[in-house]
């Protein structure tokens, strides 16, 4: 009942620095203001929760055991902005590629919303109402399945993604943010004009 409030993070390009694979802590650099987006959240009450696809796992780029590594870097350098997120899920597999158990044709790679549905429930989390934060149109797709806001940044992939798929599909985004910062002051800001849900009155009636 008491399903907690949470956004949804896509990992590179939002909260790090998008470098292809990051395959090397060497190459691990947080955007500069997604420790200040994300202790937002903290400071708010939303979870702050990280869902990824690493299917470099899959083709071989990396070890399925330097996501935990490189998880544990990003979340002590958060700490150290006065930062946290409460959970990082990944999707190690890729369709095509590699090697079974790796290659395989899963639920949780995004846009599927595995990920999504196995931090819920592991959290207790209510997807109603979400947010999902991605710098991939692809991600923000998965908004309309579980009731959430997507919204796109301009950091990582999202310049080109923004120009292209503007251009060319139909729009999913319901806002365009410069960073992971401006994305969730949005969010916190909507959510304070707004009722909490539409599911906190539907107890409404006469007394
Ligand atoms: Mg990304
Ligand atoms: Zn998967």
Redesign the pocket.
């Known amino acids: 009942m008491t399903n907690g409030r949470v956004v949804f993070l896509d990992r590179d390009g939002v909260i790090n620095e998008e470098v292809g694979y990051l395959n090397h802590l060497d190459r691990l650099r947080l955007l500069p203001r997604s420790a200040e987006g994300i202790a937002l959240l903290n400071h708010a009450g939303w979870r702050a929760v990280v869902v990824t696809n690493q299917s470099g796992v899959a083709t071989g780029y990396f070890p399925e055991s330097f996501l935990a590594e490189v998880h544990a870097e990003i979340q002590r350098r958060l700490e150290a902005a006065g930062a946290r997120v409460d959970a990082f899920y990944y ?3 890729h369709p095509t590629i590699g090697e079974p158990p790796y290659r395989c044709a ?4 995004k846009p599927r919303t ?1 990920l999504l549905r196995r931090a819920a429930a592991d959290l207790d989390l209510r997807l109603e109402g979400s947010c999902i934060i991605s710098d991939r149109y692809r991600d923000l797709t998965m908004a309309a399945e579980i009731g959430a806001t997507g919204i796109l940044v301009l950091t990582g992939y999202g310049t080109g993604e923004y120009t292209w798929w503007r251009q060319s599909r139909g729009w999913a985004a319901q806002h365009v943010a410069q960073d992971l910062l401006q994305a969730v002051r949005w969010f916190l800001e909507r959510q304070a004009q707004q009722p909490q849900s539409a599911h906190h009155f539907s107890g409404r009636g006469p007394r």
């Open positions: 999707c190690p597999h899963c639920d949780c790679r595995g």
